[in-house]
C-alpha cells in the first residue's frame, strides 16, 4: 500500500545502517514502487562514496528485470556506483561486474589478474606478485579495487577489513589467518575448494593472498599508504 511505502521510504532515508539494511529486501519485494524508492535512494546518495547500504540497494536494481530499471543504471551509474579511478589507465569494469554479481570466486582471480596488470608485463607473465610490485602499487587503483570489494560484501570483504582485523591482533599474522578463516589449526585453508565463496565467509576472508612465497606480499599490502586517509 502507498502507506507502507511510505514509510519504508521515510525510514530509508533517515534510519540507520542496520534499518536501512533490513528495508533494502522489503523494497524488493514491492515491484516497481519499491525499486522507485530505491532509485530516487541512489541517486540521492551518488555525490558521496557509496557505502555498502549502496551496494545493497543497486544489487537489487540490477538484479531486477523491469525494463525502467535497467535503463536508470545505464542512464545514471553505467560504471556502477564506485568511481573506476586508475592511476595507470587500467579498467576496473569487468570487476566491478563480478563483484555486483557477487561472484566472488571469478572476482577474486580477477582482482590478483588486474593486480599483475598494473604493475607490468613482467608481473603479468609471471602470473603472481612480488612485494615489491605491491609496495609501487598506486594508491588510487588499490582503493578502486578496495572499495569494490566492500560495497559489494556489505562491507565484509576487501584489504582494509583485513589491515583492521590484524592491526586488532597486534600484526599477529598467525592470529589473523585463523581469523579470517585461512588456517584452522595447523592446516592451511586448499585453495580453491576450502575457501567460502559467499558473504558466510568470516570477515576478510576474501579477497585472497597466497601465502606460498611468504607474508611480504599480504604485508605489503596492508602497510601500503593507500590506508592512510
Ligand atoms: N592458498 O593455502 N596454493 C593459490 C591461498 C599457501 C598452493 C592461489 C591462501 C599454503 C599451491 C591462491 C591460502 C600452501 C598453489 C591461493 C592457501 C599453498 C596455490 C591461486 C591460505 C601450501 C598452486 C593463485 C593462506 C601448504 C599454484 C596463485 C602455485 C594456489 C590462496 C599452496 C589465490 C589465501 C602455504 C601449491 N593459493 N598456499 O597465487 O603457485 O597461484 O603452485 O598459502
Known sequence: TANNIDSLRQNLIAGSQKVQQQIIP????????GLEV???????RRDTPATWIDGNA????????????KE?????FPEGIVPLKSDCGISYNSLQQLLTRQEFQAADLLTIQKMCEVAGPTTVQRKWLYFTD???FPIQDLRTINHLWLVHSEGKF??????????GLGKNWINLWTKI???SGNNWTRYPHEFTWDLSAPRGHLPLSNQLRGVR?????????????
Open 158 to 167: 576487501g584489504f582494509s577489513v583485513q589491515r583492521e582485523i590484524w592491526l
Open 217 to 229: 606480499v599480504m604485508s605489503s599490502l596492508l602497510n601500503h599508504p593507500a590506508w592512510n586517509t
Open 134 to 136: 605491491v609496495d609501487n
Open 181 to 183: 578463516g585461512w588456517k
Open 38 to 44: 530505491l532509485q530516487e535512494f541512489l541517486l540521492k
Open 72 to 76: 536508470f543504471l545505464e542512464t545514471n
Open 26 to 33: 522489503q523494497l524488493a519485494n514491492l515491484g516497481n514502487e
Open 58 to 69: 543497486y544489487q537489487v536494481v540490477y538484479n531486477s528485470d523491469a525494463p525502467t530499471a
